[in-house]
């Protein structure tokens, strides 16, 4: 079986820009790892021929091709990555080959919000695939990815790895000669002396509905209001484009943090850059997208990370849904205990990375059965070593 996953490179692109282009890694890796696999290649959507530098598919054993030269060079393709042309698509699927719809980002808000808020966007005909895999963090979304594709629709793992977080962990330190992650040392709160309070960094990129500092903000709020020692500083980044928003001014000049100059607000920042600078502590918020990769990077400097993700509510620091006060009180909780629990904390953590490892038996495996079960009857597989 050979595997296509779709990708799109740009001009000035870094594989820190989102997510999505280190999940495109990761999964490409995983399915190099399953004997039935021949060759994975990335289908360039874009028009730079060449991953992010921070990439070396050299390494990798990933070759990065045009849609015309993988034409007869996969027999699964994935888009996932960027999106591809519909008629080459219905090539392929005419010639036998299998595509699938790897779905990443929340499936309601990508058809909602363009709509709503006149926001630009692509749409390519839903029934390009023959499968749609989905996160789950989506599996809510299920009966309308079903419905609106046409097709089977099908869960399968998150996975992270921290290659890339330990790359810009060193790349940092070489730099600047400063360390990221949490350091007990430095006294009982996080990072800092306790009295002196939490230096806080929200990283929302405040471009949909779904992940947004209005909720972090308030959070940080409550917990000074009941404590001015609590926090002492409140970085709100990725908030450079809406400065100037009605809205947003209205939010902010509400805070006594902004009124008393314990807020700063900042254009985007790689995590790593940013924490071993400014902050010591990460607090967010989502809507319905419970499993992203800022968490896992907060969580594996150690950093304490107040969240809402049900998801990870055994790690970090929980507060359900939009429970502003009990974020605070977890907000406190960790300026109160972080360093004293810190071994705890880590071991928490490291259960989630156990569990979202690419490389795992367990999600090879699942990603193995979805890919047999797709390719089933298909010539490509007929004679495919046995998996265990």
């Not at 692109?13 to 999940?23: A, C, M, P, R, Y």
């Not at 230096?199 to 001015?228: G, H, Q, W």
Request: proline share 5%.
């Amino acid at each position: 079986m050979r595997i296509g996953i779709s990708v799109l490179t740009h001009a000035g692109q870094n594989i820190w820009q989102n997510g999505l282009g280190q999940n495109v890694i990761f999964l490409a890796e995983l399915f190099q790892r399953l004997p039935f696999v021949q060759s994975v290649v990335l289908i360039d959507a874009g028009d730079q021929a060449a991953m992010p530098p921070q990439v070396d598919t050299n390494a990798k054993a990933l070759r990065v091709m045009t849609r015309a030269d993988a034409t007869d060079q996969v027999d699964v393709i994935f888009e996932m990555g960027g999106a591809l042309d519909v008629q080459w698509l219905d090539l392929m699927r005419k010639r036998g080959k299998k595509v699938v719809f790897y779905c990443c980002g929340q499936p309601f808000v990508a058809l909602a919000e363009p709509a709503v808020f006149d926001k630009p966007t692509h749409a390519s005909r839903p029934d390009r695939c023959d499968e749609v895999w989905y996160l789950p963090k989506d599996a809510a979304f299920a009966p309308m990815l079903r419905m609106l594709h046409r097709c089977d629709v099908h869960e399968v793992p998150f996975i992270w790895h921290p290659q890339f977080i330990e790359q810009r962990i060193r790349e940092v330190a070489d730099i600047t000669g400063l360390h990221y992650g949490f350091k007990a040392s430095e006294g009982s709160g996080a990072g800092t002396d306790a009295a002196r309070g939490l230096r806080v960094a929200i990283f929302e990129p405040n471009i949909s509905v779904v992940k947004t500092s209005s909720v972090p903000m308030l959070i940080c709020e409550e917990a000074y209001r009941a404590d001015p020692n609590s926090v002492r500083m409140m970085h709100v980044l990725n908030t450079l484009h809406m400065k100037d928003h009605p809205t947003m001014l209205y939010l902010a000049n509400s805070l006594n943090l902004v009124r008393e100059h314990k807020a700063t607000f900042h254009g985007r920042h790689d995590i790593v850059g940013f924490m071993v600078q400014h902050a010591d502590t990460v607090v967010s918020h989502q809507w319905q997208n419970e499993q992203n990769y800022s968490y896992l990077d907060a969580l594996y400097g150690d950093y304490p990370l107040i969240h809402n993700s049900a998801w990870l509510k055994d790690a970090g620091y929980y507060y359900p849904a939009f429970e502003i006060r009990q974020g605070a009180a977890q907000l406190r909780q960790a300026l109160q205990q972080h360093a004293a629990q810190l071994d705890d904390y880590r071991a928490r953590s490291q259960r989630v990375f156990d569990a979202v490892d690419p490389f795992s038996q367990r999600n090879l495996d699942a990603h193995a059965e979805r890919l047999l079960h797709l390719c089933r009857g298909t010539t490509f597989i007929a004679n495919r070593p046995s998996h265990s």
